[in-house]
């Protein structure tokens, strides 16, 4: 929390933006070289699978974007919940 208010006063507007596109890139990058090996070690090696089919769905996880669901239309007007989901 802290860190993102340095951001924001220590950098005018356009910086900033610049600045948060290249971190992703970065997380991405990173998330990528993380799944890659991690498959390496699974195909390549028979010590701890665990550890590296874990770090594959988590690479996977962050990397697939989330999806979104739309809210099916309702009749009423009442705010009930809407159960029914759209994908």
């Not at 979104?68 to 994908?87: F, G, M, Q, T």
Request: charged residues 20%; proline residues 3%; contains cysteine.
């Amino acid at each position: 929390m802290r860190s993102t208010s340095i951001i924001k006063t220590a950098m005018p507007h356009e910086r900033r933006s610049r600045f948060l596109e290249i971190l992703s890139v970065q997380y991405i990058v990173a998330s990528f070289l993380i799944v890659t090996m991690s498959l390496l070690n699974l195909l390549l090696t028979d010590r701890n699978k665990a550890l590296w089919s874990t770090l594959v769905g988590a690479g996977f996880g962050y990397l697939v974007p989330n999806l979104r669901l739309k809210c099916a239309s309702s009749s009423n007007d009442e705010d009930e919940p809407i159960h029914d989901y759209v994908a």
